[in-house]
């Protein structure tokens, strides 16, 4: 004991000291310590919670997003194949367009030959009748001076019934 009185360590104080530290130790342990181990064990409990429902939420967003990439090419497909639709009705529809009117250009060709060869005809049969006119005109005043008029008549008459026969 000389030693620790050498060193100035009191056995009594020390003692003291060690019964102090006991039981502050036990008051700790028991009232401080166990509170604080079970905050810390909720909140571990909390963050393992939490890191489940964030891999849960991971893997619900990985599943929406690939259910998106699917729903888009899906649209994408559709879209292509109205397009393509729409595209070859388009084309059948300038195609029916394109047989109606040349069906009218033919109609209206064959109506306007029709209609030529029909003036065609009336101007020939107008151009006959205004020829027989001035032929016979001809005749009358060419024969005037020549013969007599029954005789003119009869000539003026078979120059009529030729020209007749003619047209």
Same mark, same amino acid.
């Given at each position: 004991?000389e030693i @620790?009185?050498?060193?100035?360590v009191d056995?009594?104080l020390?003692?003291? !000291? ?17 509170p604080?181990?079970e905050?810390l064990?909720?909140r ?11 891999e849960?939420?991971r893997?619900?967003?990985e599943?929406t ?11 994408q497909?559709e ?9 070859? !009705? ?12 040349? !069906?009218?250009?033919?109609?209206i ?17 107008? @151009? ?12 009358e005043k060419?024969?005037?001076?020549v013969f007599?008029?029954k005789e ?5 008459d ?5 020209i007749?026969?003619?047209?």
């Amino acid at each position: 004991m000389e030693i @620790l009185k050498n060193f100035g360590v009191d056995p009594f104080l020390v003692g003291a !000291q060690i019964l102090n530290f006991l039981i502050i130790f036990y008051l700790l342990k028991r009232f401080l310590y166990k509170p604080v181990l079970e905050m810390l064990k909720k909140r571990q409990d909390k963050i393992k919670e939490g890191l489940k429902q964030a891999e849960e939420a991971r893997i619900t967003l990985e599943k929406t997003l690939e259910e998106e990439k699917k729903i888009l090419t899906k649209a994408q497909d559709e879209a292509r194949k109205l397009v393509e639709s729409a595209r070859e !009705q388009a084309k059948e529809v300038s195609r029916e367009i394109e047989d109606n009117t040349k !069906q009218q250009a033919e109609k209206i060709l064959l109506d306007a030959r029709s209609q030529i060869e029909q003036d065609a005809k009336r101007i020939e049969e107008e @151009l006959g009748n205004k020829i027989s006119v001035l032929a016979k005109q001809m005749l009358e005043k060419s024969l005037q001076g020549v013969f007599g008029e029954k005789e003119q008549k009869k000539i003026l008459d078979n120059a009529i019934k030729n020209i007749e026969k003619t047209n």
